[in-house]
């Protein structure tokens, strides 16, 4: 039940998000004189509208996105003899990359005001973790409480690894003669021995071996079945979030919101590299959960993190979705925003070299003849969408074990 209200909030935030997205385009177009037609949340067949002033709004039977119809975006449009004036293409530059960018600056925006009710409600997460495999807390060995799967029985006494000299701040590169990389495997290695092992940990620089006999504990796997494995009473290292209150909470989320921009701007550039993985995916490999999701899967993703309670994952990944929204509109591109945004530069900078030479302004760009080069991007984009989706089904991207 937790799952599926997750999964559906989540979409619904995705919904909200690309709504707003228009509404950027679609506030800033009326304010600055230009006539919208219409507004629209979904594609498809239409449920209902109605108009208010000059504008029609209305929802779509797929939910999936949403447009803004503004008079005259560009020399092709059909007008109005009333619309004429008013139409977009004919509008000042800076009117036009206002509203252009309008929606790219509300999936900011967005962004933003969630990273605001993160850092008050449940803190920011820090980026400087420490390595993956370093120990944190050492402590004694709990068994998994039979009646809440979710907890641990009380213990006491000190633990396995406290016992063999390993301490908080130590980073193990090997399990016995097996090296590791991540806390996934460091448990994986422990969990299977049997009697005394090694850990190979590294401390103030200097590469130390312990011996560590561990003790039996009895967990359950992802079907509720119980087994006996191997614990040594430790802790993975982890910087707990910065908590604020709701005025150091403005600059702070405007620093952590550069700290994404520059994650968001590497995923962007790796995206071309992750069509390989995917296709991995969807053959049967093993899902990298760095790849790309779809609406789907990303639903999916917020279903999971309300499932285990993680609302402060569910906002973060929200706030994430919107910058990179935000980020991929701003290629320049056709037919996203981006490319809209190359055109008005374009006619500017050429229009600027005309009037140097004394020429008029040249005429708007033909959008008929930038079509092959669109078309391109929409079927490359579109299969782009349909093989996250399709990795998304049949190999998802799993948070949790």
Request: net charge neutral.
């Amino acid at each position: 039940m937790v799952y599926a209200l997750g999964f559906v909030l989540f979409a619904l935030g995705i919904t909200a998000s690309v709504a707003l997205h228009e509404c950027g385009h679609m506030w800033t177009a009326q304010a600055t004189g230009m006539k919208v037609r219409r507004y629209f949340i979904g594609f498809g067949p239409k449920v209902f509208s109605w108009r208010r002033g000059e504008t029609e709004y209305g929802l779509k039977a797929l939910p999936l996105g949403g447009f803004c119809d503004i008079a005259g975006m560009t020399a092709l449009d059909e007008l109005e003899p009333e619309e004429i004036d008013r139409a977009m293409y004919r509008q000042e530059t800076w009117k036009r990359l206002l509203v252009m960018s309008g929606g790219i600056l509300m999936n900011f925006l967005i962004g933003y005001l969630l990273i605001v009710v993160l850092a008050v409600g449940w803190g920011l997460p820090r980026f400087d973790q420490p390595p993956e495999t370093q120990i944190g807390k050492l402590g004694c060995v709990s068994n998994v409480d039979p009646s809440d799967h979710k907890n641990l029985l009380p213990c006491t006494g000190t633990g396995p690894a406290a016992v063999a000299g390993l301490q908080q701040g130590d980073k193990v590169v090997k399990v016995g003669d097996v090296p590791i990389k991540t806390w996934k495997e460091f448990q994986a290695e422990t969990q299977k021995q049997t009697g005394p092992f090694t850990y190979t940990f590294v401390r103030d620089g200097q590469t130390l071996t312990r011996e560590v006999t561990p003790q039996l504990a009895t967990i359950y796997d992802q079907h509720d079945k119980p087994k006996t494995v191997a614990k040594v009473g430790v802790q993975q290292d982890y910087y707990a979030p910065l908590h604020y209150n709701v005025l150091s909470a403005i600059p702070a989320a405007g620093a952590f919101t550069g700290q994404i921009a520059v994650r968001t701007v590497e995923s962007l550039a790796q995206m071309p590299s992750k069509v390989v993985d995917l296709w991995h995916a969807v053959t049967g490999g093993t899902r990298d959960p760095e790849t790309p999701v779809s609406v789907y899967g990303a639903s999916k993703i917020g279903g999971e993190t309300a499932q285990h309670g993680l609302w402060s994952m569910f906002i973060l990944t929200l706030a994430s979705l919107n910058f990179f929204l935000g980020a991929f509109n701003l290629l320049p591109l056709l037919p996203l925003d981006g490319g809209h945004i190359a055109v008005v530069l374009y006619e500017k900078l050429r229009n600027v070299f005309r009037n140097r030479k004394g020429l008029p302004d040249g005429a708007p760009v033909d959008y008929l003849k930038l079509l092959p080069a669109t078309y391109v991007v929409v079927v490359l984009g579109g299969a782009y969408m349909v093989l996250t989706l399709v990795a998304d089904i049949v190999n998802p991207v799993k948070l949790f074990p």
